[in-house]
């Protein structure tokens, strides 16, 4: 048997690759409020999850309360930008995606979440495009509400608890 020996380069790029394959990816689709990016773009740094922002921002980049929100974390956020969800798609066209709506039918405990998984949401104002839904209905989950009067939650809350039910589901909670 003949073994081989890779160069460090070869060897970044091959752990860098595994990294993509194993951890989970949120996908922000024009995020309008730079401290919800902030808190998610936190989240990910804290669990090792590919943050994609993707179209149009409400913000920029540089934005004080956006990079506040994330403090001094932002080193640690592996952050990659999308002129539109069909680029993201076509980069990754094994990847499997699950679209947040509060209109959907299976919870988000009901997912079976692998990892690699894409986890989308929508802007805050007006969340995932209705066609967007109805196309991809299968992998269309929501976070059960108890209240009428609550219309939705937060969007760094619901990426918080949709992230943590993958983790769990997929052992990856120390």
Same mark, same amino acid.
């Given at each position: ?15 860098? /690759? ?5 951890? &989970? ?17 936190? %989240? ?12 149009? %921002? ?12 994330? %403090? ?19 980069? &990754? ?7 947040? /709506? ?15 998984? &894409?986890?989308? &949401? ?34 760094? $809350? ?11 589901? $997929?052992?990856?909670?120390?």
């Amino acid at each position: 048997m003949q073994s081989m020996v890779l160069a460090p380069p070869q060897v970044a790029a091959l752990l860098r /690759s595994m990294k993509q394959q194993l951890s &989970f990816h949120i996908v922000l689709i024009e995020p309008e409020i730079p401290p919800n990016t902030g808190n998610i773009a936190r %989240l990910c740094g804290a669990t090792g999850t590919i943050l994609h922002l993707v179209g149009k %921002l409400g913000f920029s980049i540089d934005d004080k309360q956006l990079k506040r929100a994330g %403090l001094d974390y932002w080193q640690e956020v592996d952050i990659r930008q999308w002129q539109n969800f069909d680029d993201l798609k076509e980069a &990754f066209p094994e990847a499997r995606f699950w679209f947040t /709506s509060k209109k959907a039918q299976k919870t988000h405990v009901q997912a079976d979440f692998r990892p690699g998984d &894409f986890m989308v &949401f929508g802007k805050e104002t007006l969340g995932l495009p209705e066609e967007l839904l109805a196309e991809n209905a299968e992998f269309a989950i929501r976070i059960p509400m108890q209240s009428n009067v609550v219309r939705s939650l937060n969007l760094s $809350t619901a990426a918080g608890i949709i992230l943590y039910e993958a983790l769990r589901q $997929t052992a990856q909670l120390d």
